[in-house]
């Protein structure tokens, strides 16, 4: 990853309009140094912005947050945020859901693209307060083949077995065992 003060590094004007696309350098950058955690991407977003940002954003750090939901409160940071171009519904993202269930995941890229394909509908609609966290959660887990989404959750549940039965397993933690299971 490049310092902060490298030619290569990315840098967020402050204006609502380039928040996407820094975001979108960072997460691309972690990617391409082997860093796919999405908790770990929003730490280095807010570590390459200037001080006169860095102390605005730094309460946005939680240990258990998300990319989508970190982009999410982000984005709310400024008033006037724009949407991106691309107009979600939900009707969107449940269309992405079905159609993933029928895709299997067997690999870390297959993994890799539904959370990406999945964050980017979802950030839209939980910036446009369309959707709520519990929704994402429980929609995330749903785009994940019957087999693997009972072997997703049998690890879960064992991992908590303190955890009421109707909770949403957050998106962070489904990945995570998604991945210890490829």
Same mark, same amino acid.
């Given at each position: 990853?490049p310092?902060?003060?490298?030619r290569?590094?990315p840098?967020?004007?402050?204006?609502?309009d380039?928040?996407?696309?820094?975001?979108?350098?960072v997460?691309?950058?972690c990617?391409?140094?082997?860093?796919?955690?999405d908790?770990v991407?929003?730490?280095?977003?807010?570590w390459?912005?200037?001080?006169?940002?860095?102390?605005r954003?730094?309460?946005?750090?939680?240990?258990?947050?998300?990319?989508?939901?970190?982009?999410?409160?982000?984005?709310r940071?400024?008033?006037?945020?724009?949407?991106?171009?691309?107009?979600?519904?939900?009707?969107?993202l449940?269309?992405?859901?079905?159609e993933?269930?029928?895709?299997?995941?067997d690999?870390?890229?297959?993994?890799?693209?539904y959370r990406?394909?999945?964050?980017?509908?979802?950030?839209?609609?939980?910036?446009?307060?369309?959707?709520s966290?519990?929704?994402?959660? %429980?929609?995330?887990?749903?785009?994940?083949?019957?087999g693997?989404r009972r072997?997703i959750?049998q690890?879960l549940?064992?991992?908590?077995?303190?955890?009421y039965?109707? %909770?949403?397993w957050?998106?962070c933690?489904?990945?995570?065992?998604?991945?210890?299971l490829l």
């Amino acid at each position: 990853m490049p310092q902060r003060q490298d030619r290569d590094a990315p840098r967020f004007s402050g204006h609502p309009d380039d928040l996407i696309w820094y975001l979108e350098d960072v997460r691309a950058l972690c990617m391409e140094a082997g860093c796919f955690e999405d908790r770990v991407w929003a730490r280095w977003a807010i570590w390459y912005l200037g001080i006169d940002k860095f102390e605005r954003w730094r309460s946005l750090l939680h240990a258990e947050r998300d990319w989508a939901d970190f982009v999410t409160d982000a984005s709310r940071l400024y008033l006037q945020f724009r949407s991106p171009p691309a107009w979600y519904s939900k009707y969107d993202l449940y269309d992405l859901v079905d159609e993933q269930k029928k895709v299997k995941i067997d690999s870390f890229e297959a993994l890799l693209d539904y959370r990406l394909c999945f964050t980017k509908v979802a950030m839209h609609l939980r910036v446009t307060n369309q959707l709520s966290s519990i929704e994402k959660d %429980d929609l995330y887990l749903e785009g994940f083949d019957q087999g693997f989404r009972r072997e997703i959750l049998q690890r879960l549940e064992w991992n908590d077995r303190r955890r009421y039965a109707d %909770d949403p397993w957050p998106t962070c933690q489904v990945t995570r065992e998604a991945e210890g299971l490829l």
